[in-house]
């Protein structure tokens, strides 16, 4: 059996034991975890541990997030593919990379530049032209090319950061992890008619957001 045969079955396994039973329903979702080739966005030495249930360490202290969060964030924006979706926290790609197969373009922010280079090298590879990546402070946001449909954070801040509330659409989507340094909420943020709705989706455990309006370094 080749290495490639395995990730496959090992990818499809994670989407049928991992996604469906915890309720991950959205086709699109589904067809998206399917599809993207979760191994090629972790170290040479961890694509055996890939597709399981847990997080891994992707370097300068970061973590590629366990795939059913991946997953249940990625359902929660309710994506039909045409939205411009902002991403705070490019870490590994992963995430931008499945956000990429269901809408019409990421843009993605990314603090620490060597994991944001490996990042780009892999969505060039897989040919995931749709992701616009750039190094900055994600708290800030991207005003120019704001509003986003969706915003998804894969980092955990004490509040919602203002400017990124300010640069989603009406109506539009968000989805967040927010608490203190030890666990935190993942919260739906919603902005309709100019009201802003928010609802707890899930407890979970991130790393820092860290910028001007998030954790400081």
């Given at each position: 059996?080749?290495?490639?045969?395995?990730?496959?079955?090992?990818?499809?396994?994670?989407?049928?034991?991992?996604?469906?039973?915890?309720?991950?329903?959205?086709?699109?979702?589904?067809?998206?975890?399917?599809?993207?080739?979760?191994?090629?966005?972790?170290?040479?030495?961890m694509q055996v541990q890939a597709y399981g249930d847990h997080p891994?360490?992707?370097?300068?202290?970061?973590?590629?997030?366990?795939?059913?969060?991946?997953?249940?964030?990625?359902?929660?924006?309710?994506?039909?593919?045409?939205?411009?979706?902002?991403?705070?926290?490019?870490?590994?790609?992963?995430?931008?990379?499945?956000?990429?197969?269901?809408?019409?373009?990421v843009y993605t922010i990314e603090?620490?530049?060597?994991?944001?280079?490996?990042?780009?090298?892999?969505?060039?590879?897989?040919?995931?032209?749709?992701?616009?990546?750039?190094?900055?402070?994600?708290?800030?946001?991207?005003?120019?090319?704001?509003?986003?449909?969706?915003?998804?954070?894969?980092?955990?801040?004490?509040?919602?950061?203002?400017?990124?509330?300010?640069?989603?659409?009406?109506?539009?989507?968000?989805?967040?992890?927010?608490?203190?340094?030890?666990?935190?909420?993942?919260?739906?943020?919603?902005?309709?008619?100019?009201?802003?709705?928010?609802?707890?989706?899930?407890?979970?455990?991130?790393?820092?957001?860290?910028?001007?309006?998030?954790?400081?370094?």
């Amino acid at each position: 059996m080749s290495a490639v045969s395995t990730f496959d079955i090992n990818r499809e396994r994670m989407v049928e034991e991992q996604l469906i039973p915890r309720g991950i329903s959205d086709p699109a979702t589904l067809a998206a975890m399917r599809t993207v080739p979760r191994h090629l966005f972790v170290q040479d030495a961890m694509q055996v541990q890939a597709y399981g249930d847990h997080p891994l360490p992707i370097g300068g202290g970061q973590t590629i997030s366990q795939p059913y969060i991946v997953a249940l964030m990625t359902q929660a924006l309710q994506l039909t593919g045409h939205e411009r979706v902002l991403e705070i926290g490019t870490g590994s790609g992963y995430q931008a990379a499945v956000l990429s197969r269901l809408c019409e373009r990421v843009y993605t922010i990314e603090r620490i530049d060597a994991l944001l280079r490996q990042a780009r090298k892999v969505f060039d590879r897989l040919r995931y032209y749709n992701i616009v990546s750039r190094i900055d402070d994600g708290t800030i946001g991207w005003p120019d090319q704001a509003p986003f449909d969706g915003i998804l954070v894969t980092a955990a801040g004490p509040r919602i950061p203002e400017p990124l509330l300010e640069q989603l659409a009406d109506p539009g989507r968000m989805v967040i992890p927010v608490g203190d340094q030890a666990s935190q909420s993942l919260q739906l943020v919603e902005k309709r008619e100019g009201e802003i709705l928010v609802r707890t989706i899930e407890q979970v455990r991130f790393v820092n957001l860290i910028g001007a309006h998030g954790w400081q370094g």
